[in-house]
């Protein structure tokens, strides 16, 4: 009977340290071969622009999707990819998008491109996504996202839960409810000995 009990305590551990690691705000390291289909990055202002959005990158074999919603400053605005991060840019492109075009009387601008690169090789590597004022001052950086596999902690507006949290919610229930099945089957089995 001490073994079957030291057995039921091993399980509730095991289940317990399974729902801390579940809960919201751990961190893991996703494996080489999980590489998600779709990525969701926020395009952040740069140097006071009033330009930023929202990019989508969506895995299609050995091209890439790259859609992008901005807001901000009326302009013809070129974009690329380029190697490195947001902090320290390499200014020479790697990968040009079609410009995303903003209008006085609408500031917000749609634009897709396909890439011929996979978006694996894309979050192998740091690379990012740059917004240029114009072809004529390519230099002048509005707004810039690294392109990272966990995407964006999407601001929290009070609407809802973003996907991650639901995530780790789905995940954490999951857990708690092994958790209590298992100390269930332990009292009843612990019960049915005395008995």
């Known amino acids: ?26 961190a893991f390291t996703a494996r080489a ?26 895995a299609r074999g050995d091209q890439t999707l790259v859609a992008l919603d901005v807001t901000g400053v009326a302009g013809e605005h070129p974009d690329h990819i380029h190697r490195s991060t947001c902090e320290d840019p390499e200014p020479n492109p790697l990968y040009p998008l079609t410009d995303v075009v903003l209008s006085e009387a609408d500031p917000q601008g749609h634009s897709e491109t396909v890439v011929d690169v996979s ?25 810039c996202a690294d392109i990272v596999a966990n995407g964006v902690d999407v601001p929290n507006t009070g609407m809802g839960a973003t996907a991650a949290d639901r995530t780790g919610r789905a995940a954490w229930l999951v857990a708690a409810g092994a958790v209590a099945l298992l100390a269930m089957a332990a009292r009843f089995s612990l019960r049915r000995r005395v008995e």
């Open 1 to 26: 009977m001490t073994c079957r009990v030291a057995a039921i305590q091993a399980l509730i551990c095991a289940g317990l340290t399974v729902m801390l690691m579940a809960a919201p705000g751990v």
């Open 33 to 58: 071969d999980d590489t998600p289909d779709s990525i969701t990055l926020e395009i952040k202002e740069l140097n006071g622009s009033g330009v930023h959005g929202m990019a989508v990158l969506t």
């Open 119 to 143: 978006l694996d090789e894309l979050l192998a590597d740091p690379h990012l996504i740059l917004i240029h004022k114009s072809a004529q001052e390519i230099n002048v950086y509005l707004a």
